[in-house]
């Protein structure tokens, strides 16, 4: 299948690998030239902007930061409803909005493209197995014409209402995250100050009551190994649970560890930690234990 691909960061870069691997013939955007040069060195064709990328395309994939990049992306200057010809499939999976990827979608249909949702799970690692989740929010026809590429991406795929639906469950999933990642932290805090070492922490809790993805995917990988390159950056964590705390202010649903929790990623990005993994946040409490 003829693709475009935009967004080549932590995540892009690793899907668009898999997408190759998978035989498909992709053109690709980024802003950092040195994300489309590693891209290029897969076997990727660049274009010169998002319209070039969209141009005689059947599907274009996009995994960009925020809800204003993929708006710009798509409806701005130079964005691909200007390259798009009547049919394209936009496949988004970033994590954006609902009320923003349904926006762009009535905008987008107007002009004969259609938009699914397509947000994923499983990090990095998940990005290199391939092995991702992918929630997809749209219609029925849209889902299964994107399967084949999904499907190269990840390994449980998940067709869950209209477009926004997708989102939606992703911003539920990552407030969990987010909570879990600074109870984690704080959990190993107490711990160490208490005694114990950190990897008898690890070990025990693991495989107890205590365990969660943000102790698993994140102890060994980061906080042990001392390195904090993304990962899934600080940033990106606040910027999902601010669209929770938003999603959930206009429902009147009281969300009180999402609060704290967004709070905690608020000091760590004043502590300039915001290009940092999100088990960053664990240095919040550097002065109290030495993990
Ligand atoms: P990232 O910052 O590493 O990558 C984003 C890429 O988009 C960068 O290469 C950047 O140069 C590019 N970009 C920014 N603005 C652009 C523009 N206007 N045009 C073209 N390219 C542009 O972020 P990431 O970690 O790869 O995350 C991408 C998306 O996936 C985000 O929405 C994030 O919330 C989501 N996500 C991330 C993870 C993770 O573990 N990192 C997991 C699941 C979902």
């Given at each position: 299948m003829e693709l475009g691909f935009i967004g080549l960061g932590a995540m892009g870069s690793k899907m668009l690998a898999n997408v190759i691997k998978a035989g498909?013939?992709?053109?690709?955007?980024?802003?950092?030239?040195?994300?489309?040069?590693?891209?290029?060195?897969?076997?990727?064709?660049?274009?010169?902007?998002?319209?070039?990328?969209?141009?005689?395309?059947?599907?274009?994939?996009?995994?960009?930061?925020?809800?204003?990049?993929?708006?710009?992306t798509v409806l701005g200057p130079g964005g691909i409803l200007e390259g798009a010809e009547q049919g394209l499939l936009i496949v988004d999976l970033s994590s954006i909005t609902p009320q923003s990827?349904?926006?762009?979608?009535?905008?987008?249909?107007?002009?004969?493209?259609?938009?699914?949702?397509a947000p994923v799970s499983g990090g990095t690692a998940g990005a290199q197995m391939g092995t991702l989740s992918i929630m997809v929010g749209g219609e029925q026809a849209d889902f299964e014409r994107a399967l084949p590429v999904l499907q190269s991406i990840g390994s449980k795929i998940d067709h869950v209402g209209a477009i926004g639906a997708g989102d939606t469950v992703k911003l539920v999933n990552n407030l969990l995250l987010g909570v879990n990642m600074v109870a984690v932290s704080e959990a190993l805090c107490l711990g160490v100050k208490a005694g114990i070492k950190p990897e008898v922490l690890y070990q025990i809790i693991s495989n107890s009551s205590g365990n969660s993805y943000a102790l698993t995917a994140k102890y060994k990988k980061f906080i042990a190994a001392g390195n904090f390159e993304p990962g899934f950056m600080i940033d990106l964590q606040y910027k999902d649970l601010q669209l929770a705390v938003d999603t959930a202010k206009g429902l009147k649903v009281?969300?009180?560890?999402?609060?704290?929790?967004?709070?905690?990623?608020?000091?760590?990005?004043?502590?300039?930690?915001?290009?940092?993994?999100?088990?960053?946040?664990?240095?919040?409490g550097e002065a109290l234990c030495d993990i």
């Amino acid at each position: 299948m003829e693709l475009g691909f935009i967004g080549l960061g932590a995540m892009g870069s690793k899907m668009l690998a898999n997408v190759i691997k998978a035989g498909h013939s992709v053109t690709v955007f980024d802003i950092g030239q040195a994300a489309v040069d590693a891209a290029v060195a897969l076997g990727a064709k660049k274009a010169a902007n998002a319209a070039e990328t969209a141009r005689g395309k059947e599907i274009v994939l996009l995994s960009l930061p925020n809800s204003a990049i993929v708006e710009s992306t798509v409806l701005g200057p130079g964005g691909i409803l200007e390259g798009a010809e009547q049919g394209l499939l936009i496949v988004d999976l970033s994590s954006i909005t609902p009320q923003s990827i349904q926006k762009i979608a009535g905008i987008a249909k107007a002009k004969g493209v259609n938009i699914i949702d397509a947000p994923v799970s499983g990090g990095t690692a998940g990005a290199q197995m391939g092995t991702l989740s992918i929630m997809v929010g749209g219609e029925q026809a849209d889902f299964e014409r994107a399967l084949p590429v999904l499907q190269s991406i990840g390994s449980k795929i998940d067709h869950v209402g209209a477009i926004g639906a997708g989102d939606t469950v992703k911003l539920v999933n990552n407030l969990l995250l987010g909570v879990n990642m600074v109870a984690v932290s704080e959990a190993l805090c107490l711990g160490v100050k208490a005694g114990i070492k950190p990897e008898v922490l690890y070990q025990i809790i693991s495989n107890s009551s205590g365990n969660s993805y943000a102790l698993t995917a994140k102890y060994k990988k980061f906080i042990a190994a001392g390195n904090f390159e993304p990962g899934f950056m600080i940033d990106l964590q606040y910027k999902d649970l601010q669209l929770a705390v938003d999603t959930a202010k206009g429902l009147k649903v009281p969300l009180v560890l999402g609060n704290i929790a967004q709070q905690a990623y608020e000091i760590a990005r004043a502590s300039g930690l915001g290009a940092e993994d999100i088990s960053a946040v664990i240095k919040l409490g550097e002065a109290l234990c030495d993990i």
